[in-house]
């Protein structure tokens, strides 16, 4: 919701870049030939600039030529930096929690093992071994079905807590 929003917003700020300059002959919107074209027309090339931006594929179709336009499309890449800083970091974030905790599932199985052949368990007792393992798997399934709200939403960033409290 935030990203559809910030490329609405950078779209009319690109659009007002051309406007703010009179829409003189080095402006996008001249360039383009767009000045007299239908405003929904013209405000959609203005968000395929911000998905064209954000998304870094490229300035093969049209990029800036005024310094307004440099400008406004270097907010615009730091802004879309951010944003995918902000993403992959919540990404990293849950693939580095899952893999402690299976991490931590795997050297308990490992200590219960060196017990079972320390104390001879398994010799003695298969079965009591069997279900001290099966016990250790069902609690750590169980505890990492458990979602701590509060910690989860601690851990966001603002603009997603946002995000996450609006809905």
């Known amino acids: 919701m935030v990203g559809l929003f910030l490329i609405h917003l950078f779209s ?5 870049t051309a406007k703010l300059d009179d829409f003189n002959d080095d402006t996008w919107v001249v360039r383009r030939d767009l000045v007299y074209d239908d405003t929904f027309f013209v405000y959609f ?3 395929y600039w911000c998905v064209q931006v954000l998304t870094t594929v490229g300035y093969g179709d049209f990029g800036a030529a005024t310094t307004a336009e440099y400008i406004m499309n270097l907010i615009w890449m730091l802004v879309g ?3 995918y800083q902000i993403f992959f970091g919540q990404i990293v974030s849950v693939i580095t929690a899952h893999a402690t905790n299976a991490s931590m599932l795997e050297n308990k199985l ?10 001879k368990l398994y010799e003695q007792d298969e079965e009591l071994q069997s279900q001290i393992r099966q016990f250790l798997i069902n609690n750590y399934l ?7 709200e509060e910690a989860l939403l601690a851990e966001l960033p603002l ?8 809905r």
């Open 81 to 83: 930096v951010g944003y």
């Open 142 to 148: 169980e505890l990492n079905a458990k979602i701590d």
């Open 45 to 47: 090339e203005s968000i």
């Open 110 to 119: 490992k200590s219960l093992e060196d017990f079972s052949k320390e104390t």
């Open 12 to 16: 009319c700020f690109w659009y007002l």
């Open 159 to 166: 603009v997603l807590k946002e995000e996450v409290l609006y």
